[in-house]
T-cell receptor
Framework: KAGVTQTPRYLIKTRGQQVTLSCSPI?????VSWYQQTPGQGLQFLFE???????NKGNFPGRFSGRQFSNSRSEMNVSTLELGDSALYLC?????????????FGQGTRLTVV | GENVEQHPSTLSVQEGDSAVIKCTYS??????FPWYKQELGKRPQLIID?????GEKKDQRIAVTLNKTAKHFSLHITETQPEDSAVYFC?????????FGAGTRLTVKP
């Protein structure tokens, strides 16, 4: 099986712009979770989607949103980018809902806001 | 929601020594505790996990212990090797809502 694929791998955006990141889960996986990784902050949970429905949401502002399609692919959108949004964004997929078993991570999208 | 604290944030050991990383969680309903290893420039990967009905689990040189009463769990790595150098994340899942600790950067010096 192919692993979790995230596109693009690298992205440079300007403050105020918006960005969309994509995550294709492992075939058959219905859960996709998104995390923001910054040095010293670990993996901060953004949200989880399961069967096209948002199950959980972390403590991020409304500028961060996501969705999941019927084929389980997920997108994350950040509007009105701020310098502090620069980070590695990781998605993880699992067969069942998050926290039930192993989550498989993608390689991440490194977003730089200038 | 669940809150996970992880200590230490950095850990340096000599090759062959043991390393211990500790995590505490807040939600007594948490029932699944995985540990992930992230090597430099790579994605996090599961190395071991434990469920709340088990107190200890071992896999070769790594082991995880869980104290439900105290709400803490630990990762133990014995006979450390340079390839164990990485960032380690603990996580706790409550109601299938998984949260991660801030990570521990382990350096194993040859």
């Amino acid at each position: 099986k192919a692993g979790v694929t995230q596109t693009p791998r690298y992205l440079i955006k300007t403050r105020g712009q918006q960005v969309t990141l994509s995550c294709s889960p492992i075939s058959g996986h219905r859960s996709v979770s998104w995390y923001q990784q910054t040095p010293g902050q670990g993996l901060q949970f953004l949200f989880e989607y399961f069967s096209e429905t948002q199950r959980n949401k972390g403590n991020f502002p409304g500028r961060f949103s996501g969705r999941q399609f019927s084929n389980s692919r997920s997108e994350m959108n950040v509007s009105t980018l701020e310098l502090g949004d620069s980070a590695l964004y990781l998605c993880a997929s699992s067969e069942r809902v998050s926290g039930y078993g192993e989550a498989f991570f993608g390689q991440g999208t490194r977003l730089t806001v200038v | 929601g669940e809150n996970v604290e992880q200590h230490p944030s950095t850990l340096s050991v000599q090759e062959g020594d043991s390393a211990v990383i500790k995590c505490t969680y807040s939600d007594s309903a948490s029932n699944y505790f995985p540990w992930y290893k992230q090597e430099l420039g790579k994605r996090p990967q599961l190395i071991i996990d434990i469920r709340s009905n088990v107190g200890e689990k071992k896999d070769q040189r790594i082991a995880v212990t869980l104290n439900k009463t105290a709400k803490h769990f630990s990762l133990h790595i014995t006979e450390t090797q340079p390839e164990d150098s990485a960032v380690y994340f603990c996580a706790a899942s409550s109601n299938n809502d998984m949260r991660f600790g801030a990570g521990t950067r382990l350096t194993v010096k040859p």
